[in-house]
């Protein structure tokens, strides 16, 4: 299992929010759960994402750009 770190994909900062896969990449993950980056301001609301999604996505340093 990996976890992963959520970034603002602008500014390449850290939302300081982290996920920690299980392994069923089918599962929906966070539904509804809002990240607000703290340097620009952009808000972004998970939806409709699941554990594959976000693996799939993920650099060499288990980030995550939002």
Known sequence: MQETE???KKY???MKMSYMAT???D???MVGMTFKCHTCKKVSIMKKYTEG???AKV???NR???
Do not use: E
Request: with cysteine; net charge neutral; charged share 30%.
């Open 27 to 29: 599962t929906p993950i």
């Open 53 to 55: 999604d976000i693996v």
């Open 12 to 14: 390449k900062k850290s």
């Open 59 to 61: 650099d060499k340093d």
């Open 23 to 25: 392994g069923n990449l």
């Open 6 to 8: 959520f970034y603002c």
């Open 64 to 66: 995550y750009y939002l």
